[in-house]
């Protein structure tokens, strides 16, 4: 777990554009964006995805829902925007440290691919 690439940005081992970070959490843009606002919210605690969490994370999981409504007012997409989560590798999941995907800044469709 400790050698994912989202531990190494939290550990500030390897670069990214952080755009917030306290004690529970790191948000930095996605290298390769798939929407004009896409950044993605991740624990610093080293759940491998979200079919993982346990009672213990349920504080963590508010708390990141409250970051990601703030910086959607920062990155100004709180009138419409998605939050994605993928978990395992068949729902697309690529990063096995848990994220959420912040999306906004065109219309999006639905259902999803
Ligand atoms: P997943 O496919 O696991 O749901 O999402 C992983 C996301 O991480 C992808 O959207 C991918 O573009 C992004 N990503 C992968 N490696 C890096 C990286 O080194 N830096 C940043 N900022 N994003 C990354």
């Known amino acids: 777990m400790s050698d994912n690439i989202f531990a190494k ?3 500030k081992e390897i670069p990214a554009d952080i755009i917030y970070e306290d004690d529970q959490c790191v948000a930095f843009r996605d290298v390769n964006p798939q929407a004009p606002v896409h950044f993605l919210v991740v624990p610093r605690k080293p759940i491998a ?3 993982d969490l ?12 409250g970051v990601i409504t703030r ?3 920062q990155e100004k997409i709180a009138e ?3 939050v994605v989560v993928n ?6 999941q690529s990063v096995f ?4 995907h912040v999306l906004g800044g065109r219309p999006m ?5």
């Not at 978990?87 to 697309?92: E, F, H, R, Y």
Request: hydrophobic share 35%; charged share 20%; no cysteine.
């Open 9 to 11: 940005i939290i550990n």
């Open 49 to 51: 995805k979200l079919q």
């Open 54 to 65: 346990t009672a213990e994370e349920e504080g963590l999981i508010g708390h990141l829902h």
């Open 71 to 73: 910086l959607a007012e």
């Open 80 to 82: 419409g925007y998605r």
């Open 87 to 92: 978990s395992g590798s068949s729902a697309g």
């Open 97 to 100: 440290h848990l994220h959420f």
């Open 109 to 113: 469709r639905w259902p999803p691919g």
